[in-house]
């Protein structure tokens, strides 16, 4: 008798074990889920869910540089419209280099320019994106300095071979200093961004050529005394211009310089910022430069007259220029973030397949042993039953 108590004991304790067997391997199949907690594989768990953490970190990442994203698109498409607008001043600025032109045109002229940089500057004042400005300079980042340049822009030919202007040089280290204050020639030492004119003239009888300057900054303008042929044009921006082999035959003949100013390094300025990876530190910063009509300098377009005109072209396609340089910019930094969201989802969907292959039930090895259990529980029933048959013959003897 104790024999078969011992045997139906431990049929009861097995038929338990495959029960719970049973009933892990029915919560797999239905979950899809090898692993749904730590109990079923501490270690698988505890990768698994790491590694999910990351996924959706990733993920999430990817979200933040999408709104980065927008935002450079918002101030792309308002940097297009400045050019527009822009675009428009300078049509009128070659329209205003015309003799023939009436002092009522030149006013309307003028009025229309002026209207243009008002809205100009509309458009880079309000540009938001949540509340956020993107152009008035805020968001313009550390900046690199750059160089002062003069350049040519036409240089007329001359009767006697050659041009108007043979050569354009800084005159001294001031030329590549940034400017801190009033230019050369305006009553100070700067180099400031301006357009220099140089014009042959007849000089009581003798060919010579004189400079116009205008700063853009300002909008002032100053004349260069008379320099003779083969002579030496200085005391304005910083620059020696050397005047070719002139004659009066020349008279009239221009040549026009641009003068762009050094601009210093600037580590102060802050930029956008946003999460872009799944991991502390994981930070990329996007920078949109200012672009108010004080920083492009065309707020003192002057069209009065044909020569101011000529200098406002000049002035007008610095700023076009500054325009395309803040476009490519930020087109560069464009493709930078959908970089980083292309190689967050890859990181993501990598890591959420390897969460996979530690969690996922292998369905044909789950149902194969589901089955298994089934049948070695039914095996174990029938042979508790015949216990239980068999315990009951052997105490019908002692009734």
């Not at 060919?207 to 044009?233: F, H, L």
């Not at 530690?358 to 529980?377: K, R």
């Amino acid at each position: 008798m104790a024999s078969i108590t011992t045997l139906n004991n431990s049929l009861v304790n097995q038929t338990g074990q495959t029960q719970e067997s049973l009933l892990q391997q029915f919560n797999q199949l239905s979950s899809g889920k090898r692993v749904n907690s730590a109990a079923d594989d501490a270690a698988g768990y505890a990768i698994a869910t790491s590694l999910n953490t990351q996924a959706a970190a990733a993920a999430t990442a990817s979200d933040n540089i999408q709104e980065a994203y927008n935002a450079t698109n918002v101030a792309q498409g308002a940097l297009q419209q400045l050019t527009g607008v822009l675009q428009q001043v300078n049509n009128l600025a070659v329209q205003g280099v015309n003799s023939f032109l009436s002092p009522a045109d030149r006013a309307d002229l003028q009025a229309e320019s002026n209207q243009l940089v008002q809205q100009a500057n509309t458009i880079a004042s309000s540009v938001n994106f949540n509340g956020q400005p993107l152009l008035n300079g805020s968001l313009a980042g550390p900046q690199a300095g750059t160089q002062a340049t003069a350049k040519v822009t036409n240089n007329d030919i001359v009767q006697n071979g050659g041009t108007v202007v043979t050569q354009v040089t800084a005159a001294n280290a001031n030329f590549q200093t940034p400017p801190t204050g009033a230019a050369q020639g305006f009553g100070g030492t700067s180099t400031t961004n301006s357009t220099i004119q140089v014009q042959v003239i007849n000089n009581n009888g003798v060919a010579a050529a004189v400079a116009t300057v205008r700063d853009n900054a300002t909008g002032q303008t100053v004349t260069t005394g008379p320099v003779a042929s083969g002579g030496t044009i200085t005391g304005v921006e910083n620059v020696n211009v050397q005047v070719g082999n002139i004659s009066l035959a020349d008279v009239g003949q221009t040549t026009t310089i641009q003068i762009a100013q050094a601009t210093p390094a600037n580590s102060q300025n802050s930029a956008l910022t946003v999460q872009s990876g799944a991991n502390e530190g994981n930070t990329t910063n996007v920078a949109i430069p200012g672009v108010s009509s004080t920083t492009l300098q065309i707020n003192n377009v002057d069209l009065s007259s044909s020569l101011s005109s000529t200098q406002a072209i000049g002035q007008i396609q610095n700023a076009l220029s500054s325009l395309t340089t803040a476009q490519a910019q930020l087109g560069a930094q464009q493709v930078a973030l959908q970089t980083a969201a292309q190689a967050n989802d890859t990181y993501a969907n990598n890591l959420t397949t390897a969460a996979s292959n530690i969690t996922d039930e292998n369905y044909g090895q789950g149902v194969t042993q589901s089955t298994l259990s089934q049948l070695q529980q039914q095996i174990q029933f029938a042979l508790q039953a015949k216990n239980n048959v068999n315990a009951s013959a052997v105490l019908g003897l002692f009734g």
